[in-house]
Each structure stands twice: as structure tokens, then as C-alpha cells.
């Protein structure tokens, strides 16, 4: 929540701010600690909020270089812990060089267990630390410019690794840019942008260079914070937010909603959010990555295709997330006189150092491009021009599942044009701090690999390795063709009339797996490590998908080829296959 949670009290009082202050208004929330707690555990009634039992989290938004008003409930209790005479009641600033100070404010304001008047039971899980502390820079001693705020983001983030209930609440702070270093307290945000197409333009270049200092997670307004972005340019922002460090839009009240039902593009603004949601566990993964290793999720292109090759750097808007997914966000609106309502992006297709994938495939159109060459999309407003590489195996979350902590909730998602290839999914409780205990934390991987198969050599089931559970499917395709063939995220996961060969197949051929695993034309393994080690090692069934095969298309695609029906992937769940026949993830 933007500032508007807390009164603004300038109406009040002069001496006193509206865009900072500690407690609730209660005009807007008559009973903060119920309000809160509701948020906390999701219980809230059908008529007022989401669906019951969805668990969120709280940030609120500060303007703390104002100092601590004489508004506030808690001021005279401040004013006595900080040694601050309270005569004339002027702003006690918030001055990160005195322990006293400190120490007050996030005692009586800030921690999750303070105890003032109006604060206590009413603190967020996070903060949002707007604006910059320069004003009072000299009366501190710590330097100019924005070394107090990365002093303020670092006591922020303290204050929650250390403080109340540090174990179930990973520490977050939201500044805007504090200098280098700043990576360290996660995240950020771009300050108060118009809303403008060269806006728009400028934070898709700056999220991914921010990988060059390690700032992970840069975030920005999805369509900007000044400003009506109208249909096309709020759509298209919200294509790049989908793939992005941090989702977060809002803007400024007066002049900027962004309710995106209100816009004529909120269809296009919906998939842009399901596809984000399916992504969860890539970016997930990713930002356990990030922890580890520093490598920021989003990134640029040099990381993954040769650094010596000018194309490289020759477009500003084209980026990797992680080392699999490629994407070109639309940058520039639609000609008025634009055929088709399209605008064409040229996107480069990269080579990928060391790999020996024949290249990517087009998330919207199954397409598989060669590495290296040049491809233009004609991007309609619903298309965001996305590849994936060859060979990859993404894990996406099915259509109706938003929790990214459930390891049983995986669609392993093959893309073609590699004769081996793999992927990996992390997880952890999604909410405490123990994943920095490797113990606490999981790491799935799947791998695979292809060979030719002579047609009166064929095992009755092929198979992919994943998962955690001992079951074993066959699939029978409805075409007859081999429904397991390396795949995308196909338009339809599961085909008309799949389930019921899954469990035709499944009741045929149990042991299928077991006979397979010798087979000398597939090599399929699935390994899950937990903590330091493998988990049940010694238990290494394979968990696979099968299915008949009555004739033997081709496993390869050629490039500038659409990935046939016999090759796309039927949905690869940890376990199980998905028993709806839901959408492809393409949204």
C-alpha cells in the first residue's frame, strides 16, 4: 500500500506531514489489527476480499526521511527514548547516526513486535522506504547524497532478519536506488516515473544491466507511476512486468489508475499475469540461483551468447531470463496505419556457447528458429515476442495452482530441437528464512536424452524421468502418434480423450518403466537432492510417462519448422498427469 493507509495528517496539523506517518487511518481501516490479521491468515468474507484462506503478506509505504511528527500517537514516547525535546513539537528526524534514535523508532514504529499506542499488532511484514534521505544528510555525518539510504535499507533489513519473528519472515525492504551494494537488502524500485512509452524503454534496459551489479531484483511501476498509459502502452508494460525481477504496479491517484479491468487491453493484461503465474517456479528457481550464486534471474543477452559478438549488445531490449528463456518486450506502439494491428520487432536469436541445441522455439507459435540468425515477429497486442531454448525442460505451475512452494504441482514442459536436455526446479517453504539452510530446501532435476530409434527396435512406452512418487503412465496419443516426442508448451497440455488412454495405458503396462531403463535408445534420469544429499537414493525408480508407438514420426524439427501434434508434450506433472486437460501455458 502506497501512503494512502496512513492519515494525512498536514490536514491535521502543519507542523505535521501527508506523505509520512506510522499510524492507521482509521477513517479507511476502523480496526487496523483486525485488518491485518485477515491479511495475514486470508480468512477474509467472499464479499470483501479474495477467496478465503490465501495467506498474504503486508507492505506499507514510508516517507521516513520527514521524521517522526507530532501527529503520531507515539511521538512523546519517541521524543523521551531519543533524548528529543518535544517542546514546540517539531519532527523528530530519523537519524541513522544515533542509536538512541534508532532504537526508539523501530521499538515504537517499525518492528513487527512494537509497542506503541496505535502500532502494536499493526505492523506490516515489510516496508516500502520511499522518497531519499538527503534533506538532513549534514546533520548526520554519514556522507551526501544516498549513503543514508543505504544506511535506512540496512537497518530496514536488519531489523526483520534479527528481529520479531525472523524465522517465518524473509527480509525485504523496498528503497529506491541506494548506490552499489544495495543488492545485498533485497529489492528496489524506479522512483516515480511518467508514464510514457521512453519510460517504458529505459527500465527494460536498466532491469537487465542491473545484472552487471548484482541488483537482482529492480522493480518498476507496470505502467508508470505519472500519467494515463492508456490500453497499448499499460498492456505492453505489463508484458515486460510479467517477465520481470518484481511484478508491482501502481501509480499516482490523481491522475493514474491502474484497475485493470477499467483499460480495453485488460484481456491482453490478464494473460500477461497467468503467463507470469505459470513461470513461477522458473523464477522461483532462478532467484534461489540468485542467493547462491549472485547471477541475477534477469539478465542480459552476453551472459549466455558470446560476449566478443557485437550483436550481444546491439539490442537494449533484448534479454535472458536465466539461461533458457529469451524475450524482446514490445517497446513501440502500433502504426495507425500498421497492417494486421501489429508492429514487427526483430529479435536475434543467439548461439549458445557450448550447447549443441539447434536453437529456440517460439513460445507463441511453435516455431523452431536456428541459432544465430535474426527472426521478426509481427507482435499484435497480445503477443510478446518469448523463445525458449532447444532442448530446455521448464517446470510451469498448472492453471489453477498459485502455490509455488508444492512440489507435486509441476508440468515439466520438453522443448524440442536438441537430442538431449534437462531442467531443474527448486523449492522451500516459501516463507521463513531456513532456505539458507541447504537442509530446508529441495532441488529437482530432470533430464533426457534421444536417440534414433530403428523401427523394430521401439519399446512399447517411452519415457521422461521426474517427479518424486513411484507411479508409472502410459500415453496413447489420439492420432496414434507418439504423444511423448520432445514437445513444447503445447496449445493443449493434454489432448480430447488423452485421460482416458492415460488410464487405459497406466492399468496395461505397469512395470513399463522398470524395462525401459535398459533400453538402449532412451536415457532418461530423474534426481532430487535434499539438503547435501540425493533424496531416497537407493530408491531409483524411474517415474515416467509412456507411451504406444505404432509408427515412429521423427523426434527432430527442422528449423523454420512448427512443432508437429506427435511431438508436443503431454502435461508432465510431478506424479501424476494433469486430469483436466488444461490450456497450454501460452495463455
Given at each position: 500500500m502506497d501512503c494512502g493507509w496512513h492519515g494525512a495528517n498536514a490536514e491535521k496539523d502543519p507542523r505535521c506531514s501527508a506523505y509520512n506517518a506510522y499510524d492507521w487511518n482509521t477513517e479507511l481501516f476502523p480496526d487496523p489489527r483486525a485488518y491485518v490479521a485477515t491479511v495475514h491468515t486470508g480468512n477474509w468474507s467472499a464479499a470483501v476480499g479474495p477467496a478465503p484462506h490465501r495467506p498474504l503478506k503486508l507492505i506499507l509505504n514510508t516517507h521516513n526521511f520527514l521524521g517522526v511528527d507530532v501527529c503520531q500517537a507515539e511521538y512523546a514516547d519517541v521524543a523521551a527514548a531519543a533524548g528529543w525535546d518535544p517542546t514546540g513539537g517539531q519532527p523528530i528526524p530519523f537519524n541513522l547516526s544515533s542509536p538512541a534514535t534508532m532504537t526508539a523508532v523501530f521499538k515504537h514504529l517499525l518492528s513487527r513486535d512494537a509497542v506503541g499506542k496505535a502500532t502494536a499488532g499493526t505492523r506490516p511484514d515489510w516496508w516500502w522506504t520511499d522518497g531519499g534521505l538527503r534533506k538532513w544528510t549534514a546533520a548526520t555525518g554519514l556522507g551526501v547524497a544516498a549513503d543514508n539510504l543505504f544506511t535506512s535499507t540496512y537497518l530496514h533489513s536488519a531489523a526483520l532478519e534479527f528481529g520479531a519473528d525472523a524465522a517465518h519472515n524473509r527480509p525485504l525492504v523496498m528503497p529506491r536506488y541506494a548506490g552499489l551494494g544495495q543488492h545485498r537488502h533485497c529489492c528496489g524500485f524506479s522512483g516515480d516515473a511518467g508514464s510514457?512509452?521512453?519510460?517504458?524503454?529505459?527500465?527494460?534496459?536498466?532491469?537487465?544491466?542491473?545484472?552487471?551489479?548484482?541488483?537482482?531484483y529492480w522493480s518498476h511501476d507496470v505502467g508508470g507511476f505519472?500519467?494515463?498509459?492508456?490500453?497499448?502502452?499499460?498492456?505492453?508494460?505489463?508484458q515486460f512486468g510479467a517477465m520481470s525481477p518484481m511484478w508491482r504496479s501502481h501509480g499516482s491517484n490523481t491522475n493514474s489508475p491502474r484497475r485493470y479491468w477499467l483499460f480495453s487491453s485488460f484481456p491482453q493484461i490478464k494473460e500477461a499475469m497467468v503467463l507470469r503465474a505459470r513461470l513461477a517456479p522458473v523464477l522461483y528457481t532462478l532467484?534461489?540461483?540468485a542467493f547462491k550464486t549472485g547471477l541475477a534471474a534477469v539478465r542480459p543477452v552476453y551472459f549466455l551468447a558470446d560476449p566478443t559478438d557485437p550483436r550481444s549488445y546491439a539490442d537494449q531490449y533484448l534479454y535472458m531470463v536465466g539461461d533458457d528463456v529469451l524475450v524482446r518486450p514490445v517497446v513501440?506502439?502500433?502504426?495507425?496505419?500498421?497492417?494486421?494491428?501489429?508492429?514487427?520487432?526483430?529479435v536475434w536469436l543467439p548461439s549458445v556457447r557450448g550447447s549443441s541445441a539447434a536453437g529456440w522455439v517460439e513460445w507463441n507459435s511453435s516455431v523452431l528458429h536456428a541459432g544465430g540468425t535474426t527472426v521478426t515477429v509481427a507482435a499484435t497486442l497480445s503477443d510478446l515476442p518469448l523463445f525458449v531454448r532447444a532442448g530446455a525442460v521448464l517446470p510451469l505451475l498448472p492453471a489453477d495452482c498459485l502455490d509455488v512452494t508444492d512440489p507435486t504441482a509441476t508440468i515439466w514442459t520438453l522443448f524440442p530441437g536438441a537430442e538431449a536436455g534437462g531442467g531443474s526446479r527448486y523449492w522451500d517453504d516459501g516463507a521463513s528464512t531456513a532456505y539458507a539452510d541447504t537442509a530446508a530446501s529441495a532441488t529437482q532435476r530432470l533430464t533426457y536424452r534421444w536417440d534414433d530409434v530403428p523401427l523394430g527396435r521401439r519399446p512399447r512406452c517411452a519415457h521422461v524421468c521426474c517427479g518424486r512418487r513411484q507411479r508409472d503412465w502410459g500415453v496413447q496419443s489420439s492420432d496414434g502418434g507418439d504423444a511423448l516426442a520432445l514437445g513444447r508448451a503445447a496449445r493443449r497440455s493434454v489432448y480430447p480423450g488423452h485421460y482416458r488412454d492415460v488410464q487405459r495405458c497406466s492399468r496395461s503396462h505397469r512395470g513399463c518403466s522398470d524395462a525401459l531403463a535398459a533400453h538402449p535408445h532412451w536415457h532418461g534420469s530423474r534426481h532430487v537432492t535434499h539438503g547435501g544429499g540425493a533424496l531416497r537414493q537407493g530408491h531409483h525408480r524411474h517415474h515416467c510417462v509412456g507411451g504406444h508407438t505404432p509408427r515412429a514420426p521423427s523426434r527432430r524439427v527442422a528449423s523454420g519448422q512448427a512443432v508437429p501434434r506427435s511431438v508436443q508434450t503431454p502435461v508432465l506433472s510431478s506424479g501424476q498427469l494433469s486430469r483436466k486437460g488444461d490450456r497450454s501455458p501460452s495463455v
Open positions: 510514457t512509452w521512453t519510460t517504458l524503454q529505459a527500465e527494460v534496459d536498466i532491469t537487465k544491466t542491473a545484472a552487471n551489479v548484482l541488483f537482482a505519472n500519467g494515463d498509459p492508456g490500453p497499448e502502452l499499460y498492456a505492453r508494460w505489463a532467484a534461489a540461483s513501440n506502439p502500433i502504426a495507425a496505419n500498421a497492417t494486421a494491428g501489429a508492429v514487427d520487432v526483430a
